[in-house]
């Protein structure tokens, strides 16, 4: 039904006129100097590298900042200058594939990397603007560790880079194809650490009933800790399949 209104509404006359046009913009933009620059493999190699530094400033941030608010060490500020570099970059980069793709940057068919970028840069410059002030950290407080998440985001401009690797990308989308598959298989796996996590607690239930509080209570208080509950019991299990504690543990 929503093809067919969508189908209907374009062969309208004013529509189909606006639509044409659009159409034969994207098509002579697309044939441009500038637009085959900007999607060419030298500028887009060069973008990735620069995605890729960003990626590693913001690990290194995040340790620096760990350093600074735990053990009170100095705060680099080289950290800063390479932050406004990059923001300095990709605003370059944004305006000149906006000055590129024109017509396209909305309605090409990267139009929603290029919203994701724009949304970025603009994250960015509020964060840099806010953060960049002591007034400004003072003032909105809040609103700065809001937009400090968008450093985060940031690292999802490494998936730009997959498309220069078609390897890494054919990696990427089989596992994007069987995600499905894989969320049935831990639905699954908690199926069954529900199952033995239900008799393990009745086991339990049954040892305190016994008395053996009081004539073991130092097995009393491991029981309580690993088989305290339906809960406690399911991440008991999953520690031990998982590697997060030894299982000779629970199992005394």
Known sequence: RGESRSMRLLSRPGFS?????I???VEDTKNGL???LV?????QLAVSAIILLQGILVGYGASDAMDVAAYGSEPDPTIDYCELFFNLFFIAELVFRIFAERICFV??????????????????LVDLVLNGTDSGRAASATVGRILRLSRFAVLMRISRVMRQLPSLRLILLAILSS???LIWCFLFIAFVMYVFAVVFVYGAAE??????ETSSPD??????????????????LFMCISGGCDWEAPLR
């Open 17 to 21: 006129d606006l639509w044409s046009r």
């Open 23 to 25: 159409s034969s913009k």
């Open 34 to 36: 500038l637009f085959k």
């Open 39 to 43: 999607h060419g493999t030298r500028f």
């Open 107 to 124: 309605f090409g068919p990267e139009w929603k990397w290029n919203c994701f970028d724009s949304m970025l840069v603009i994250l960015s």
């Open 179 to 181: 995600m499905v598959s």
């Open 207 to 212: 040892f305190f009933k016994n008395g053996g």
């Open 219 to 236: 097995i009393a208080a491991e029981a309580k800790f690993w088989w305290g509950g339906i809960y406690r019991a399911m991440v008991t």
